[in-house]
């Protein structure tokens, strides 16, 4: 009878872990922020999946590469629901507020806190801000098209 008693307790405890579990509540895919040009607002590719509706929280930092602390970061609260349309939210749209990006290379790390505690994060890809006039109508540098380049964060 004990037996039976701790696989039925197990198997409830291992149902609770699951249902805290992030991917039972949201996915992100990708968070991508297009190189551009000071001063504009880009639209970011955010690409997000939820599963289940729910009340979480979320934090942007966006870091400087080769900086340890953020140069700029946002924060709010809403609900995700599975109902909702997702668009191409702007960058200042989606950190929740404006930052002024000097010249350099950046990414961005987002938090999202969910009921329990549960947290997803991610990380986007690097992108530049240039100059007014560095970005040529396919989005390439004009004078640092197809150089490889390596960052490590």
Known sequence: M????????????KVAELSHAPVTWMNVNAVI??????????????????????????????YEIGKKYP??????SQVFDPEDSLHEPTLSQFIGRACNLKEGSYLLRTTWVLEGDVAIRNTSNVFQVMKTGE????GLYFEQANQGRVYTY
């Open 2 to 13: 004990f037996a039976l008693f701790l696989v039925i307790f197990l198997g409830m405890v």
């Open 33 to 62: 922020v297009p190189d551009h040009e000071r001063g504009t607002d880009p639209n970011v590719v955010y690409d997000r999946t939820v599963f289940r509706s729910f009340y979480g929280h979320w934090m942007v930092k966006v």
């Open 71 to 76: 140069v700029c970061f946002g924060s709010g």
């Open 135 to 138: 970005i040529s109508r396919d």
